[in-house]
DNA sequence: TTGAAAGCGTTACCAA
DNA sequence: TTGGTAACGCTTTCAA
């Protein structure tokens, strides 16, 4: 209420109070050399005296340097595993001076396009886009603008620029080989049409690939139109047990899924493995305190995040970086296949 | 490879190309008024054919306006809730042509002071901060730079500028009082440290006082250092039912952490709510498959973000806005109390 | 160690 | 409907 809208302090204010030139007070900010301790001095004082706020507009413009921002897009927030994903590279950008300019992309490639062509016009450092489906326009402009750019998720190995990820054929393979071992030969899957089109479906792919080379069979698969979440996995589960008869298991697209898979077949006194194996994916939080410990797959997924950052802070100083970065799966047993 | 970096195309290169001044294509790129269809046709025709790319850097440095970006400073994307709100913000921002940029604080008030101090620097339209304890460097640098800035989570009846939020009080109060109405007197709360200072500990007080109001008691408390989740509600149901005799029911920060004490009556032979009531808060998706329906408080996270997000837009905009945004609960009845 | 002048890409402002 | 010129706040570059 008190103060009218004061303009700005900016460096030249600064410099003339200390009694130097613009150049040197910028030297000074900068942490430059080429300026005595005492001049140093001066200039700081008189920034803080004023309240100066570098104007980071201006420094980029003026230096054609980049900002900091560094684009992140991610599909969808109400899937644990995306949300440990974004945590994981936020930190790490945060920590080392960079910001994460989010993108909730809801799995729609066009608006993961527009978010990507506003974002470069504000010359960000970096981009962290997850999954690989780009459209052709998308590809074109990640291509076109001079920045680097990590494919997140879905190992790539032939990148448009990075790729951090994780080989999720492989982790659906062991899991298959894995149910085959354990005695299950009629199978089923239960998953989500999203997930950013490759990963689950690699997953499903390579568990089927396990199940086939096992001897076994894959007699349904029920696919929801819906976050990969608790109820989804309780609903299809309902389904479809009632339209498939004699299953032996379920392979469920994450552990959440499979928690409600699990917890259905509880509330049908159906005893886990005997009368239905389940197996989930993500080692997720749930999994602590199900009645029985789940068999899933155990996946970084703030690590994987981490990575991500890594490369794209690797990239953008110049150093060398590696162009695909795998991520470790590792298998938890657990009691319900 | 075979590109080298080619400079950037730039608007006068677009103008000397279409043969009109840098003005005119600027005000067609603007959409602005003041020319002819067909020189429209012709700027727009040249800006697809060089690839021109509006550099938003050199706007807003020369029209003295700020970015399209807003900082959004979350405590925990662990916590399901916070990632829902996040969704919520995001979703309103990027459909309106604003980018979120985040900060994940980790309950750590200083990390958000530097993460305000450097994000500031950068011009953003408006800032959306969760929770209301800033630290008096926080507050400052808010309240100097001039930009809206929205209060998340707790209702602030006093915001610096704006503030959307819930009233946890009441919250916790309407809870406490139909637990007494249904019988129980001995009660005890299981939560977390964390949850940005006010909220939870809000709700426990409104809901302690209704326990005291009803003639029962508060016989213990567990307070966790972690993120509220599963796991950390079934650890500390264990740890409480141990060390404090003839519980008749325990209230719980979040849904996720009375799901884990639900799972651990259930592994222990508890009848819920005969040996032991069970309240949780915010109708969070794990409530679908538990064994019973959980008695909650829904609130709807996914329209608090947004309805943060219209709060900040309108300021942006010049728009009225109401000060102080209230964001309705209503009661779960459930069967776990 | 310091400073003066030019320049970054765009829009505001005024003139035609 | 157009265009010229100044200005935005800083850094680069060159000179002292």
């Known amino acids: 209420m008190s103060s009218r809208k004061r303009a700005r302090v900016k460096l030249a204010e600064v410099a003339e109070a200390a009694g130097v030139s ?139 620029d990075l790729s951090v990820g994780i080989n999720h054929y492989d982790s659906g393979y062991a899991m298959g080989r894995f149910m085959v071992e354990r005695g299950h030969r009629t199978m089923a899957y239960i998953g989500t049409h999203h997930d950013t089109a490759h990963s689950a479906k690699s997953r499903f792919q390579g568990w089927q690939s396990a199940i086939q080379d096992g001897g076994g069979t894959v007699e349904d698969t029920y696919v929801l139109k819906d976050t990969p979440g608790f109820y989804g996995g309780y609903y299809a589960t309902e389904q479809m047990l009632s339209r498939t008869a004699d299953l032996d298991a379920i392979y469920y697209q994450n552990d959440n899924m499979a928690a409600g898979g699990l917890m259905f077949a509880q509330s049908r ?58 991520i470790d799966f590792r298998f938890v047993p657990g009691e319900t296949i």
Not at 81 to 102: D, H, K, P, T
Request: charged fraction near 20%; proline fraction near 4%; charge should be neutral.
């Open 269 to 326: 006194g159906l005893s886990v493995p005997g009368d239905l194996g389940i197996a989930g994916w993500g080692d997720l939080p749930i999994s602590a305190i199900l009645p029985q410990r789940l068999t899933t797959m155990h996946v970084a997924h703030l690590k994987l995040g981490q990575k991500a950052a890594d490369s794209i802070l690797a990239a953008i100083k110049g150093k060398p970086v590696e162009e695909v970065t795998s």
């Open 22 to 160: 613009k150049m040197t007070a910028s030297r000074v900010l900068n942490n430059g050399k080429g300026f005595s301790e005492e001049t140093r001095d001066r200039v700081m004082a008189e920034v803080h005296r004023l309240g100066y706020m570098h104007d980071r507009m201006a420094v980029a413009f003026s230096s054609h340097s980049s900002s900091t921002f560094v684009g992140v897009s991610i599909p969808d927030l109400g899937n644990e595993v995306f949300a440990q994903v974004l945590e994981g590279i936020e930190r790490r950008l945060n920590s080392s001076g960079y910001q994460a300019v989010l993108c909730v992309s809801q799995y729609d490639t066009a608006s993961v396009d527009s978010w990507i062509e506003r974002v470069l016009q504000w010359r960000p450092a970096g981009l962290i886009v997850t999954g690989r489906n780009h459209s052709e326009q998308g590809r074109k402009l990640l291509r076109q603008a001079d920045v680097p750019v990590v494919e997140l998720w879905d190992l790539n190995t032939s990148p448009l």
